[in-house]
């Protein structure tokens, strides 16, 4: 190391010091070493550390065909990365040059595979895998467990769900074994939101009714106010709006007592979501509102952003596209303003539902594609999944079915890959309605049983009454009548059980034409009027 420059004062010198813990910083003397040690510290990593990091970035990075979605685990295939930027992959020769045109202006030559860029959920993952064993070393058991806390927290936002139970289920043995419940209670949560990512809804509550329990132990009002958001959450999955409403409103409550503007501001936030899945626009508008004041009020940019695309969500459905527009604009300045790539994400991702709206297909993919970049920058699998869903929609608007299958096929693989069962339902059912668009109905029921089965696993009812009406014209587009009146009697039983007018209505209609085609006409009348009377109430 003779001649190299002090990583202090930057002096050159042939008399060095170099780090004993990472062997590569070198220093002139002692002083520059103690001075320095405060910021060297954070990228001051021994030769095994180093060695881990890499492993967390093979853990952590989804190896994927850039163009088809193959992954290596699902397909079992191996995938060849780009030669010279060595980060995007490919399964084949093909796939490389259909991408060439898109990938030569951001492909950047990298000299080594260390130089990999990181997004913020793999930096942490990092730091944690490291800090974990340190404090393993040190026999420090509070600091690995809170260590493999943070590790699920991190791959949870990696959408690696299977990941964030081991290490949340590692923090909670050394939790108990340490008798420290106020860190159970955390775990317990923790846990409760990974269940509910992956659709296992009633796992989820009982994670989080016992994370509930330690709060309330402790007089920990905050942490009951996070857990009755947590509660709502998994209630509207269940499209159980009164009970997520009830939670939410508990959370709310809390949040007020306790002075605490940002759990109010979230709070406003859900139950605008909720009011606005109940179709009570007025009260959505009022909680958006709400949310967006608070948020000015603490000069919280990235929650004005956001609240300003969830009012854009909500007069959208509305139909009143052009104030959509408005907001879902506001929303993307300020995103770009404070450099929130996710919100910014987001605001492309609403404006493309309102131009898929305003049938204007083309102009929807343009702004989805846009959300699907940023999704893949920030690694929001998620994000990235439904983006998928979205532009699927939308190519097989502009009759391009084999894009939009292919979409749909990008989305199954990720939700298999992950584990995500409601995820995978949705991209079954899409399948599902693009294989009926081109008269593959054999296929197209396949999916649709797929889609069936999962939700019936579930318990999403919403889900069986959608894969019951599909199922419904699809037997009825195989001249398979007796089944389709089964599976769309099924979907108006459930419909009725969810209070869904909607749903209700559209299966009169769909009963109507198949006993028009069975020449039943007094069933034909009563399932018209039935309709009929559901339209004018619904004001359709």
Known sequence: MNGAPCGSCEVQTKKVL????????????????????????????????????????????????????????AEEITLSACA?????????KECQLVDWKEHRVVCVKRVSKQEAVLNPAQQAIQSEVINAERCRIMGDRAGEGQSYNNLGIGFQRL?????????????????????????????????????????????????????????????????????YGNLSNVYQNLRRFDKAAEYQNKSLEVAKEAGDQSGECASHCNLGCIFEELGQSEKAVDHH???????????????????????????????????????????????????????????????????????????????????????????????????????GRGFQTLGHFEMAMDHHKRRLAMTKERGDRVGEGVANSNLGVVFEELGLFRKSADHHCNSLAIATELGDQTGEGRAHCNLG????????????????????????????????????VNLGIIYQSLGQIEKVAYHRDKALTFAIEMGD
């Open 84 to 92: 010279s930027c060595r980060v995007i992959r490919y399964c084949s």
């Open 289 to 391: 509102t709400r949310s967006l004041a608070i948020a000015k009020e603490m000069g919280d940019r990235s929650r004005e952003a956001a609240s300003y695309c969830n009012l854009g969500n909500v007069f959208q459905n509305l139909g009143q596209s052009e104030k959509a527009t408005v907001y879902h604009n506001q929303s993307l300045v300020l995103a770009k303003e404070v450099g929130d790539r996710a919100g910014e994400g987001a605001a492309y991702a609403g404006l493309g539902n309102v131009f898929q709206n305003l049938g204007q297909p083309e102009k929807a993919v343009g702004y989805h594609k846009k959300a699907l970049a940023i999704a893949k920058e920030v690694g929001d699998q998620t994000g990235e999944s439904a983006m998928h869903d979205n532009l």
């Open 473 to 508: 014209n699809v037997f009825h587009n195989l001249g398979q009548n007796e089944k389709a009146v089964e599976h769309h009697s099924k979907a108006l039983v459930i419909a009725n059980s969810l209070d869904d007018r909607v749903g209700e209505g559209q299966a009169h």
């Open 159 to 227: 959408s690696q769900f299977k990941k964030a139970l081991e290490y949340h289920n590692q923090a909670l043995v050394i939790a108990k074994a340490l008798g420290d419940w106020e860190e159970e209670g955390r775990v317990y949560g923790n846990l409760g939101s990974v269940f509910r990512r992956l659709g296992q809804s009633q796992k989820a509550i009982e994670h989080h009714q016992k994370s509930l329990v330690v709060a309330k132990q402790f007089g920990d009002r905050m942490g009951e106010g996070r857990v």
């Open 18 to 73: 170099s780090c004993s813990r990472c062997q590569k910083q070198c220093y002139c003397s002692k002083v520059c070493q103690r001075k320095d040690w405060p910021s060297h510290r954070i990228a001051c990593f021994t030769a095994q550390e180093r060695k881990t990091q890499r492993r967390v970035l093979r853990a952590t990075m989804v190896k994927e065909c850039q163009v088809c979605k193959k992954t290596e685990t």
